[in-house]
């Protein structure tokens, strides 16, 4: 059964991505729509007025439904879905693990309303620190981070939170999948990846042949999508664009519905050959910097509205990270993302005719198939040269 979230995660992470281009259409990009749609959805707990709207606007949450606790409940039918996979009561044979944490200084006080939200909806982990003593927080913080997840993000405080610093949000999410058709070490050989720029990159190319893959050619749009699957109910979708189209120009045309749409049309064709390029990928995001260019300016400036989490009345978002991570290879996937708020006092057709070579910049996602949410987007416009 889909998710709720299934919609803000795809519509949002499209959206997201279709930002990070308008500044550098050349970068190679991995993010978590899901982890900065659950690290906000805490946050959402505690705003009001047009704060809490345009949270929900930005992250496409308003589609669940007007009231917070609707959000929230969405929030905690996934992550209850996934909490029973992480502890082996699911039988989805993949790994996928979540956690949340609220840190709160203990100089100030939090609504005990919102805390209770967060551990309930969330199962946020709760803890008082003494930010006086910032680089033990500091290390606390990244140890938490580093075991979630499994040692592919060691941190995410570079230094230590102040003293005005009221309270940190973190989400983490980790991924690890083996594909349900492994491609075999002696059949990975050395090509050519084309970059966006037009140089050219030496990559080990993994390739299966002969086999039947959910499949795309979209020979109107220009574009081609494939699905791979990993065992479980999850799998990575890529769209490629043809050679006469370039990533620039897909990423605006997709929405939440037009990818739905592709999704669907997808029929199981017999490939020739398909030719992934074995990739490892870490990325970080300044979400302060980037949400308010898509219309969520407020909860970062001096006229934020956070009523709900503070009696302070001068709380906003001072610094906003997600730091992310993807390697694929043979035997499968292994993907993490960390995302954190900081807030602080203060103002601011089967017969085999075709192949499907990913020889030039190309989108990626890691899609559970079930909820339809979207764990992972990003894309490759760049592959680093093996010489």
């Given amino acids: 059964m889909l998710s709720d979230l299934s919609g803000p995660t795809n519509g949002f992470g499209l959206r997201f991505l279709e930002q990070l281009n308008t500044s550098d259409s050349n970068k190679n990009v991995v993010f978590s729509p899901l982890s900065v749609i659950l690290a906000y959805g805490m946050l959402l707990e505690g705003a009001t007025g047009r704060t809490r709207e345009q949270i929900k606007e930005v992250l496409q949450l308003s589609s669940i439904g007007d009231q917070n606790s609707e959000i929230s ?22 790994s996928l693990i979540l956690g949340n944490l609220l840190l709160v200084n203990k100089d100030y006080s939090l609504k005990e309303a919102f805390v209770k939200s967060l551990s309930r909806n969330y199962f946020a982990k709760a803890a008082n620190e003494d930010f006086q003593k910032g680089v033990e927080v500091m290390n606390k913080v990244n140890l938490w ?6 040692g592919k993000i060691d941190k995410i405080l570079t230094e230590p939170p102040g003293p005005d610093t009221v309270c940190i949000i973190i989400n983490t999410v980790y991924f690890k999948g083996k594909w349900r058709k492994p491609f075999e070490g002696s059949d990975t050989f050395d090509e050519t990846f084309t970059n966006s720029d037009g140089t050219k990159s030496k990559i080990k190319m993994m390739s299966l042949v002969g086999m039947k893959f959910k ?27 043809t050679e006469s189209n370039t990533l620039s120009n897909l990423i605006p045309t997709l929405d939440q519905t037009e990818l739905e749409r592709l999704l669907n049309s997808m029929i199981r064709t017999k490939l020739r050959a398909i030719y992934i390029p074995k990739f490892k990928l870490e990325d970080t995001h300044k979400l302060h910097e980037i949400l308010p260019r898509m219309g969520m300016g407020l909860p970062f400036s001096g006229h934020a509205e956070f009523k709900n989490i503070t009696e302070k009345s001068d709380l906003f978002v001072s610094e906003s990270i997600q730091k992310a991570f993807i390697e694929v290879n043979e035997k499968g996937t292994v993907a993490a993302a960390v995302t954190r708020i900081t807030g602080t006092l203060g103002g601011r057709s089967n017969r085999a005719k075709e192949d499907f070579i990913l020889d030039r910049p190309f989108i990626f996602m890691i899609r559970d198939k079930q909820t339809g949410v979207n764990l992972f987007l990003g894309q490759i416009n760049q592959m680093p040269d093996l010489n």
């Avoid at 992550?79 to 989805?92: F, H, V």
């Avoid at 109107?220 to 769209?239: D, Q």
Wanted: proline share 2%; charged share 25%; net charge positive.
């Fill in 73 to 94: 409940q969405a929030a905690k039918k996934l992550l209850g879905e996934y909490k029973s996979i992480s502890k082996s009561y699911a039988d989805r044979l993949f």
């Fill in 145 to 150: 981070v580093d075991i979630k997840t499994f």
């Fill in 215 to 241: 499949y795309l050619h979209n020979s109107i749009a220009k574009f081609k999508v494939i699905e791979l699957r990993y065992i479980g109910k999850v799998s990575m979708i890529f769209i490629l664009p």
